[in-house]
């Protein structure tokens, strides 16, 4: 196949993570072409190159990416299916391993589980969870509450059981194909940050776009 009849499908995501300071198209976007030599050329395109001590993200516009293609592959037709803007973090392997890691993990495992045990109980406190039993309990029976019985053993089973459906996880294991609450705002969470970062970016004039 001609070059000149070559057309290239070329798919980017929003966020990019790489571990290799040099940034070519192939770890940005996702890219088909019947012609092989014409894919693996422009898979090959650098894009940029990160360096040290200057800052670890960069956006780069898919129309620069197709300003690239073009030059290497004079006569190509580039088709994108993707994203318009690309986000690209370069991010060091060796920073994520050892043992600050690990410390790490543990503080915030800590923080989550003290922090939110003392969440529910200032919370059960607030409404006055124990003059509700006692009245209930008095209500139902006639007697007075003598104590923890099984009205706040169900409260607190009921309380663990809708924590572990509601966050579709036990241990390490998901109930259900579903994705957890947490993991949807997680999601919408990190468009949010792109999209900031990239509207920042194209404001500042730090964008790679076309020349």
Known sequence: MS?????IYLKAEQNIEVQKPEVCVKEIATLTCLDPHVLAKAKSLKLWQ??????????????RVIEEIEKACPGVSVEN?????????????DRHKGFMQWCKLAFVSLVSFFGTAFTIM???????INDVFSKLYKMVT???SDGYGILELSYSVGLAVGIIVFFNHIGG?????DPTPIEVEMRV???DVNQA????????GKTIDVS
Do not use: M
């Not at 990160?50 to 129309?63: A, M, T």
């Not at 294991?173 to 194909?177: A, N, S, V, Y």
């Open 197 to 204: 970062l990239i509207a920042t970016a194209d404001r500042e």
């Open 173 to 177: 294991r998901r109930i259900t194909k």
């Open 50 to 63: 990160f360096r040290e001590g200057e800052c670890k993200r960069q956006v780069i516009s898919i129309l």
């Open 3 to 7: 070059t000149n009849s070559a057309t």
């Open 189 to 191: 969470y990190e468009k």
């Open 122 to 128: 200032a919370f059960h406190n607030d409404i006055g």
């Open 142 to 144: 006639g007697l007075p």
């Open 81 to 93: 299916l993707g994203e318009t803007d690309v986000l690209v973090e370069w991010v060091s392997v």
